[in-house]
């Protein structure tokens, strides 16, 4: 998943020497985070070691991460943290949207008349239909589609048209209200608290979404995508976790630099990675790799930090220390830095969504040439290359118990430390899996989905992207217009056969050829990038 980076700006491989270092670029570096895990309260650190067990005999294994011992019985609370709805470039301010976050059905709407997005129930408090069906109307209020009824930003019945007007004021009762969830909007994306009791209503003074300051600076690009994903928040995240999953899942889609002087073991180019996590707490844990580092930060963001280069090598740049050979220069080099963004969001059990962002400083004017959709071509068929298989993995952990992964599961090598502490985290505050409450369960009993619908990107991501939805429909007109050119040169040439010079009918008829080939092309491309694309890795070479 971390090659994901790479498939931004296919371009850039062709360029100039400068912009070549690119991939290079997206190697994630330790750095200082420009916010910090909070923890409170929390006792030294302790060695821990992932006990792994064989048939032969039982092994011993260092996972390479450090535990905070905390105090006895301190669990996480799933339903006291800030949670990405989806960014506000794939949101329409004329409509509702229905989304599900952590088994929660919600509608997102923008509130006109206080300029903001509003998060709410997806239930009309009248008959329970989805508010998401209904309508914003002329007041800039939420309505009803069923019965009519509208409420203003905080959630209030403004309106029943059902009730007479010199009769009691029904719409004012507590009865007549939806529930309405904290909410705001951060770094181009709205979040929300999912809660709606009295007593969070001012949560944001409280407790704000994690902040990544390199979204909202206007010196770094911030193309942002989402896609809904057929498995479990779980498997998302330590998919995304896991470097060394990257040659092999995405065999020759990314092409991932090789040091020079390395010999390759196979075809792929795996090699051994070192790494270790630390400070593993309630509000996740750091890790760290021979070039580099990243960021848990419970429950929703892994945030990488790759290493800044400029045009004379690396140096310092107050984060990890590294040498500079230009140090000694009279004006300081320009930083070139790419920043890593997951963000994860736990649907229901089975489903997840992702939302990523890789701001960089450098090469900016790509992302203003072209649109978001040429870059989530690439970014989606990354998606697609271990999707499938991730579907059925987890459906595998889920038959053994998610507490007993550790069990299940051998992870020898210090690649996994990252996994490793993901799943010692959530054993460790949250008994091994999501708390849903009493709403889902996994149920193992359904058969496996089959792999044309797991991997339609359509419904997926398309329908919740803008730029991929403008792109998907303008596309399929451009189609439907070379059809009817090649149809209408075709009809041209029968209906003036014996008037026509030959040269004529042979410039119509090549052009009908032509416009025909051409739509049946375009008919493939945009089945093949915006409905399914197949991925055999037993077929690559």
């Not at 149809?487 to 119509?508: D, Q």
Request: proline letters at 8%; charged letters at 20%; glycine letters at 6%.
């Amino acid at each position: 998943m971390e090659a994901l980076t790479a498939s931004l700006f296919p371009a850039l491989q062709k360029s100039t020497t400068s912009l070549n270092k690119l991939q290079q670029l997206t190697k994630p570096v330790l750095t200082t985070s420009p916010f910090s895990i909070t923890r409170k309260n929390l006792p030294s650190k302790s060695k821990l070691y992932t006990t792994l067990s064989s048939s032969a005999a039982a092994t011993t294994v260092s996972a390479d991460v450090d535990v905070d011992e905390l105090e006895t019985g301190e669990k996480f609370d799933w339903f006291a943290q800030w949670y990405p709805v989806m960014p506000v470039c794939d949101l329409d301010k004329r409509v509702p949207h229905a989304k599900r976050v952590l088994g929660l059905d919600v509608v997102v709407w923008w509130d006109k008349n206080e300029s903001g997005w509003r998060v709410f129930d997806d239930s009309c408090p009248h008959r329970l239909a989805p508010l998401s069906e209904g309508r914003i109307d002329q007041w800039g209020r939420l309505q009803c589609v069923y019965h009519g009824w509208c409420f203003n930003g905080s959630g209030d019945c403004k309106f029943i048209p059902q009730a007479p007007p010199d009769g009691p004021p029904v719409h004012t009762f507590k009865k007549a209200c939806v529930n309405a969830y904290p909410s705001t909007v951060q770094n181009g994306i709205v979040w929300f608290w999912p809660n709606s009791e009295p007593q969070y209503k001012d949560i944001l003074l409280k407790k704000k979404p994690p902040n990544m300051p390199e979204m909202d600076d206007p010196s770094y690009t911030k193309s942002i995508g989402n896609r809904d994903m057929p498995y479990g928040y779980e498997v998302l995240i330590e998919n995304l976790m896991d470097p060394a999953h990257v040659p092999y899942a995405h065999y020759k889609i990314m092409r991932i630099p090789q040091a020079k002087d390395r010999v390759k073991a196979d075809k792929e180019g795996g090699v051994p990675i070192e790494m270790s996590a630390q400070g593993l707490g309630i509000s996740g844990f750091t890790s760290k790799r021979a070039w580099g580092g990243s960021k848990f930060i419970a429950p929703c963001v892994y945030y990488a930090f790759p290493e800044v280069v400029t045009d004379e090598g690396s140096v310092p740049d107050g984060r990890n220390g590294s040498a500079s050979p230009a140090e000694n220069k009279k004006e300081p080099p320009v930083q070139r830095r790419v920043v890593l963004i997951f963000i994860c969001v736990p649907v229901s059990p089975g489903k997840s969504r992702v939302i990523w962002c890789f701001p960089r400083n450098f090469a900016v004017w790509i992302d203003r040439i072209f649109p978001r959709w040429i870059f989530h071509l690439n970014q989606n068929l990354v998606l697609d290359s271990d999707l499938y298989f991730l579907h059925l993995e987890e459906r595998k952990i889920m038959a053994v118990g998610p507490s007993n992964w550790q069990k299940a599961c051998f992870v020898p090598t210090k690649s996994d430390a990252n996994v490793v502490a993901f799943r010692k985290w959530l054993n460790k505050y949250s008994g091994g899996q999501i708390n849903w409450g009493d709403k889902f369960k996994f149920d193992l009993a359904l058969p496996p989905i089959p792999k044309e619908q797991l991997m339609d990107r359509y419904w997926s991501h398309v329908v919740n992207c803008r730029s991929c939805s403008v792109a998907h429909k303008g596309l399929g007109l451009l189609e439907v217009a070379l059809q009817v050119v090649s149809i209408i040169s075709i009809g041209v040439v029968a209906a003036t056969k014996h008037k026509m010079p030959a040269t004529a009918r042979i410039t119509l008829v090549s052009t009908a050829i032509l416009c025909f080939a051409a739509s049946k092309w375009l008919s493939h491309f945009i089945y093949k990038n915006f409905h399914f694309h197949d991925y055999n890795h037993a077929l690559v070479e």
